[in-house]
Nanobody, 124 residues
């Protein structure tokens, strides 16, 4: 069983930064796909960043150039560095993982595993 535990959310003013962390527990092989998605009540889930097993990263257009996803294998931790935050970035952010390739996720399939979420609130 894979467990994902996020931390690092909070409230910031527009233009500020936050770094989200996701601790990975259990047997998750590096050949899978990891990423972050966000959810706002009443809106569709948005995958904001994906980290592939070969280190390739993919970002939603809405966060490109501002967010950076990275992984520390030694610490079994996934990060999302968020800079130049905007009020429209306000959402619950979830760490997610899947044993399948990232191509499946990019194609629209939901991640199999997800954390409990951490709230990010950006005020203007």
């Amino acid at each position: 069983q894979v467990q994902l535990v996020e931390s690092g959310g909070g409230s910031v003013q527009a233009g500020g930064s936050l770094r989200l962390s996701c601790a990975v527990f259990g047997h998750f092989y590096s050949s899978g796909c990891m990423g972050w998605f966000r959810q706002v009540p009443g809106k569709e889930r948005e995958v904001v960043a994906i980290y592939e097993s070969d280190g390739t990263t993919t970002y939603a257009e809405s966060v490109k150039g501002r967010f950076t996803i990275s992984e520390d294998n030694a610490k079994n931790t996934l990060y999302l560095q968020m800079n130049s935050l905007k009020p429209e970035d306000t959402a619950m952010y979830y760490c997610a993982a899947d044993f399948r390739s990232c191509g499946v996720i990019i194609g629209g399939t939901d991640f199999y595993y997800r954390g409990q979420g951490t709230q990010v609130t950006v005020s203007s």
